[in-house]
């Protein structure tokens, strides 16, 4: 199975700020990687699938890149709603595998 | 508007059976691959598996083949995951998602049924 590390696990940002979070691949998947935001106790959301596509209705101020073994997901002007946890999801080849998971904190 | 409602969740012992529903609206059901992710409490996402359009193919990962079944109506709008031989590592909630064309990542989730194995 393709095993999927997202950096830092934890992250603590100031509403304003712009933020980064990394996802590495164990090996290439093209640009076949998602990105999806989960708040506590609530179902995932998709954001990004392809690399860098953005689902209907999310906002542009989420933004991905990358090809290969190594993503971005880069959230800009950080308001109070986009603090939850951030996964990605490689899905180039079976079975699918998610990161363990980013928590955007409030500083 | 797209809608999963999941439903069948509840607490059955180790070695028990369960079977999950997945009701969609809003779309046509029969036009996409549709998927079950699970997690477990305090825990990251898992794929579970997923079906074809019509049926003809299924995925599974490792943890779950030869216990779980996925199937679809597409005439009743409805998913299913038929559970057997439960284990307390399979406790989770259990999410139904729509996949994104023939890619097995997913646009649309359910507000997820919780499975609890426990005795």
């Known amino acids: 199975d393709i095993q999927m590390t997202q950096s830092p696990s934890s992250l603590s940002a100031s509403v304003g700020d712009r933020v980064t979070i990394t996802c590495r691949a164990s090996q290439g998947i093209s640009n076949h990687l998602a990105w999806f935001q989960q708040k506590p106790g609530k179902a995932p959301k998709s954001l990004i699938y392809?690399?860098?596509s953005l689902h209907s209705g999310v906002p542009s101020k989420f933004s991905g890149s990358g090809s290969g073994t190594d993503f971005t997901l880069t959230i800009s002007s950080l308001q109070p709603e986009d603090f939850a946890t951030y996964y990605c999801?490689?899905?180039?080849?079976?079975?699918?595998?998610f990161g363990q998971g980013t928590r955007l904190e409030i500083k | 508007e797209v809608q999963l409602v999941e439903s069948g969740g509840g607490l059955v012992q180790p070695g028990g059976s369960l079977r999950l529903s997945c009701a969609a609206s809003?779309?046509?059901?029969?036009?996409?691959?549709m998927s079950w992710v699970r997690q477990a409490p305090g825990k990251g996402l898992e794929w579970v598996a997923n079906i074809k359009e019509d049926g003809s193919e299924k995925y599974y990962v490792d943890s779950v083949k030869g216990r779980f079944t996925i199937s679809r109506d597409n005439a009743e709008n409805s998913l299913y995951l038929q559970m057997n031989s439960l284990r307390v590592e399979d406790t989770a909630v259990y999410y139904c998602?729509?996949?994104?064309?023939?890619?097995?990542?997913?646009?649309?989730w359910g507000q997820g049924t919780l499975v609890t194995v426990s005795s």
């Open positions: 998602a729509r996949d994104v064309g023939v890619a097995t990542t997913s646009d649309y």
């Open positions: 999801q490689q899905y180039n080849s079976y079975p699918p595998t």
């Open positions: 392809a690399a860098s």
């Open positions: 809003g779309f046509t059901l029969s036009s996409y691959w």
